[in-house]
């Protein structure tokens, strides 16, 4: 049975593509299937637009699959979707979770005194969850994957008050700009949705601040 809403989803993907590439723009299965698994995870179709437009800035864009990232950054750095379209956590060694984990406490510790208190909460939960991986050779993963999903949004929920008034004013100057060519395409509900993770994920970049998580 189709689904209208998933093709009106994808037939809009496919015409940004084509107005940015300037050829016509058809997704490959691949594509098709990632487009998909967004719009299964509730991923809004205007932080997908504001994705591929961030994916453009970056370089030449041949596919959807080149966005990936991109568009993920952004659903990430908002309200969690219903479902994570990425491969599930396990699939990764534990040592490339303490890694991520060490990689983003080193970068919190370089913040100057100021921003850094405003990180208190995610810091507890990366010494949380490296104590955990120091003892445990098969964890639970359910509960490390949400321990990730929590320090990533305890992050993201300390950002703007880390950054400088100057610096916030600049992000969302930045958003604004990224969201207005998508008015009149998708509804305003969804575009200061898309606005809003724009704003946290260059405060985030501003800061140097990796996820350990994404979606």
């Known amino acids: 049975m189709k689904d209208p809403d998933l093709e009106a989803y994808i037939d809009s993907i496919e015409k940004h593509l084509r107005a ?4 016509d723009h058809v997704l490959s299965p691949r594509d098709f299937a990632l487009a998909r698994s967004w719009h299964q995870a509730g ?3 205007a932080t997908v637009l504001v994705g591929v437009d961030r994916a453009f800035e970056s370089g030449e864009v041949v596919s959807l699959s080149y ?3 991109r568009v993920e950054e952004l659903a990430g750095s908002g309200t969690p979707p219903r479902a ?3 491969p599930p956590t396990e699939q990764l060694p534990l040592e490339d979770v303490h890694a991520l984990l060490s990689d983003l406490r080193d970068h919190l510790s370089r913040l100057k005194p100021g921003p850094a208190a405003c990180f208190e909460p995610p810091l507890r939960k990366i010494q949380e969850v490296q104590d ?3 003892v445990a050779s098969r964890p639970n993963w359910d509960y490390l994957r949400g321990k990730l999903r929590e320090i990533d949004a305890d ?3 300390a950002l703007l008050s880390a950054l400088s008034p100057e610096e916030l004013e600049a992000c969302r100057a930045e958003a604004l700009l990224a969201v207005e060519r998508h008015r009149g395409r ?3 509900l969804a575009l200061q949705d898309a606005m809003s993770r724009y704003v ?3 405060a985030r970049e501003r800061l140097d601040l990796p996820r350990v998580m994404l979606v």
């Open 20 to 23: 940015r590439r300037g050829v």
């Open 43 to 45: 991923v809004p179709l």
């Open 67 to 69: 966005c990936r990232r």
């Open 84 to 86: 994570r379209p990425t």
């Open 132 to 134: 955990l991986l120091a």
């Open 155 to 157: 992050v993201s929920a």
């Open 186 to 188: 998708v509804d305003d």
């Open 200 to 202: 946290v994920q260059r």
